[in-house]
């Protein structure tokens, strides 16, 4: 049998790298952030960062995680909160 390669991706929040089918896939379309399954550009989350934005961030990590979002999404609108309510839907 073939010897597969595990797909690697960067959560955006923590820079780590982990197993594509181990992460949520979120993209930026229409000015809403979506959750996403299928093929082109989109960013990633781990489960402990999803974990740390369903709780209350502390400010810096908010800070940081607005910043983030802004360079994936070419906006500035509030995608943070976008975020936590999709993040409380899926899970």
Do not use: W
């Not at 402990?48 to 360079?71: A, F, W, Y």
């Not at 906006?75 to 839907?89: A, T």
């Amino acid at each position: 049998m073939a010897n597969l390669k595990k797909i690697l991706r960067t959560c955006i929040f923590c820079r780590s790298k982990i197993e594509q089918k181990e992460l949520l896939r979120f993209v930026y379309q229409n000015g809403s952030l979506l959750y996403y399954n299928k093929f082109g550009r989109s960013f990633y989350l781990c489960e402990p960062c999803t974990i740390k934005l369903k709780d209350d961030l502390s400010i810096k990590d908010s800070k940081r995680l607005e910043k983030v979002l802004q360079k994936e999404c070419k906006d500035k609108e509030n995608h943070v909160k976008q975020l936590k309510e999709i993040l409380l839907d899926v899970r």
